[in-house]
């Protein structure tokens, strides 16, 4: 476990300092292009490779419905605290920051931190689990309710609705190759192996790949905003496992499958929150704070949890 741990902590370590050589080219471009090769080639090769050749079990409701609840739960009670902290702040608490915090707690880094995690504790049949907690939830959540509430919330005159939402969700080349994975695996269509090895190949990519992007992503800012994201980080990394572990233990989800599940709950701020915050100017210095830190500190939050698993 330490070692799996330490591993990424390397990996990430990459990105991080990356920002020290003024001579590489910049970080924000190069995490851009990453994502962008990883969003539209290595993420759908994976998604189809591993739902493809997963077992068609109640998994494929029990872990979207988990992660829709976790999400949803975690995202109310964090507007409960955050209210109450805005209304005694007397008003020092801006709008943006308070929307930027709703997305810090609610949605968690369930690919690019969780999947790599996932796979190296429980191995590569488990990929699904990320997968399917991602895709099939917090991500077309994230691309409507979390959408609504930087418009919301934020200072950009940009307007969100239902209809762009929907069109977000439908353009995700990761979402339809999970979808036809499973359609292909239903229909027992039998495929080349030449493809299939092409996608493993190509998915083989993703983990070290986003360790380190998302140690391109990590910003640093005033240790002063940590008052405000202590909230933030227990619901993060506490108070989301513990509903995710209740609640698929009640939809009925056992061994590897459940760990895995909660486990996903237990992952730091989602790095693709900052898209949302940038688009409708939350407060994303707070947010990318709120990244770096649950970040940080879910490498101490996640091995205890692991032991506590197994």
């Known amino acids: 476990m330490e070692t799996t741990f330490g591993a990424f902590l390397i990996l990430m370590g990459f990105g991080v300092i990356w920002q020290f050589f003024p001579s590489l080219p910049e970080r924000a471009s190069i995490r851009a292009a990453i994502g962008a090769i990883v969003l539209n080639i290595f993420l ?9 050749n997963a077992p068609l079990n109640a998994e494929l409701w029990i872990v979207p419905t988990t992660s829709a609840i976790v999400c949803l739960s975690t995202l109310l009670v964090a507007w409960l605290l955050y209210r109450a902290l805005f209304q ?18 609610a949605w968690c880094n ?9 796979t190296l504790l429980l191995g590569e049949d488990y990929a699904r689990i990320p997968i399917l907690y991602d895709l099939l939830a917090i991500t077309p959540l994230l691309l409507t309710v979390g959408a609504s509430i930087g418009a ?22 990761p979402l339809w190759g999970a979808v036809l994975g499973v359609v292909l695996n239903a229909l027992q269509v039998p495929l080349p192996q030449a493809f299939l090895s092409a996608c493993k190949i190509a998915g083989s990519a993703v983990a070290p790949v986003m360790i380190f992007s998302v140690g ?17 980080l227990v619901l993060k990394l506490a108070f989301a496992p513990l509903i995710a572990y209740f609640t698929a233990q009640t939809l009925g989800l056992s061994g590897n499958a459940f760990a895995a599940t909660v486990l996903e ?17 939350l407060d994303s210095e707070l947010l990318a704070q709120t ?19 197994q």
């Open 110 to 118: 369930a690919t690019y931190l969780g999947l790599p995690t996932v």
């Open 88 to 105: 005694f702040s007397g008003g020092k608490f801006a709008k943006a920051s308070f929307g930027a915090l709703l997305l810090g707690a």
């Open 152 to 173: 919301f919330y934020g200072d950009s005159p940009f307007k969100q609705d239902l209809r762009s939402s929907l069109l977000s969700i439908a353009k995700l080349p």
């Open 44 to 52: 759908p090769a994976l998604s189809f490779h591993v739902l493809y």
């Open 216 to 232: 391109l992503a990590l910003r640093f800012s005033s240790p002063k905003s940590l008052v405000w994201i202590l909230p933030a």
């Open 265 to 281: 709950a237990a992952m730091p701020t989602m790095v693709l929150t900052m898209v949302i915050s940038d688009k409708f100017k």
């Open 291 to 309: 990244i770096a830190v649950t970040t940080i500190l879910s490498f101490l939050t996640l091995p205890s949890l692991w032991r506590i698993l």
